[in-house]
């Protein structure tokens, strides 16, 4: 499906030479009287590697079709690859670290996530915004201490490690950003 670059918005996924490339940057520019320009930084999901485009107001772009699906995240291998397990076929699938990013330390197992695919091909994972977690190991609350924002390390059921204030205690159910890894609140 061609669509002229004016109407291209950060986050569309190109289709370009059998390869595809995620806008990370969009600037349209119209220097005084001339045509315009569009400026716009591409991130490659196979490689990784990232580019620039400078196209005109009248260039046509293919935008790859994409189709999301509910997984169920099962596991971690020893490899790092992240299984999940497509719900309507039962299909088991192997994402790699890379492709799935740092955030999956705040997602349980048994989890249902959607997950972005290219025909067959799996390309990405789209986390919830927000998960609540069980705190695992914090130190204990000194008197005195609570009179001002101060913040210690608690380590949740997931393994990860997040600063949360000096209240919230071993057995706590919290609430986190799944972006930054902020505690929000006690669930």
Avoid at 52 to 72: F, H, I, N, T
Avoid at 90 to 108: F, I, P, T
């Amino acid at each position: 499906m061609g669509v002229k670059a004016t109407e291209l918005r950060k986050g569309t996924v190109l289709s370009q030479d059998g390869q595809l490339l995620l806008i990370t940057e969009y600037l349209h520019h119209t220097p005084g009287n001339l045509r315009a320009i569009i400026h716009i930084k591409t991130r490659n999901l196979k490689t990784g590697t990232t580019g620039q485009m400078r196209l005109g107001s009248s260039d046509v772009l293919e935008v790859a079709y994409l189709e999301k699906r509910p997984c169920e995240y099962l596991y971690r291998e020893a490899n790092g690859d992240f299984v999940f397990m497509d719900t309507a076929s039962y299909e088991q699938l192997h994402l790699s670290a890379e492709l799935v990013g740092d955030k999956m330390g705040w997602v349980k197992e048994n989890t249902t996530l959607d997950v972005t695919f290219h025909g067959t091909l799996p390309i990405g994972v789209e986390l919830p915004s927000t998960v609540v977690l069980e705190v695992t190991e914090a130190e204990p609350a000194v008197r005195g201490n609570t009179a001002t924002n101060v913040k210690k390390e608690a380590v949740v059921e997931t393994g990860m490690k997040v600063k949360v204030p000096i209240h919230v205690s071993v057995g706590d159910r919290i609430k986190i950003r799944t972006e930054d890894g902020e505690f929000l609140g006690r669930a």
